[in-house]
């Protein structure tokens, strides 16, 4: 019963017609649901903030997103290399939660 309140819940909240957009990561499309702005709610994943500039012009971003599980088929580990967009990121944090995975990246851009 709880299972089919959950999938219920998951085809909303991922779903193109209302959270999900689609992404390129590590050469593939998928829909997936974009947050930025909960690196701001979770100060302490952020060593230095959201945007950091160093002297070479390149700064990190922060990405977050979700994604079910079944659709990536694979849960990202911390430090892993993946590529959201286009852009080099590495994988900073992964919260798994009842088919769905959060996953925080750091990507740098120039």
């Known amino acids: 019963m709880f299972k089919n309140i959950v999938a219920a819940d998951m085809a909303v909240f991922i779903n193109p017609d209302e959270f999900g957009e689609p ?5 593939k499309i998928y829909t997936v ?5 909960i690196i701001h709610e ?8 959201s945007n950091d500039f160093d002297a070479h012009g390149v700064y990190l971003t922060n990405i977050t997103f979700f994604i079910k599980e079944i659709d990536l088929g694979y849960i990202p580990v911390e430090n ?3 590529e959201f967009d286009g852009l080099l990121c590495t994988v900073r944090k992964v919260i798994p ?3 769905i995975v959060e996953v925080m990246l750091d990507c740098n851009q120039s």
């Open 80 to 82: 892993q290399p993946m």
């Open 33 to 37: 649901v974009v947050d930025n702005e």
């Open 42 to 49: 979770r100060p302490s994943l952020s060593t230095s903030g």
């Open 23 to 27: 992404h390129n990561i590590d050469g």
């Open 97 to 99: 939660n009842v088919g």
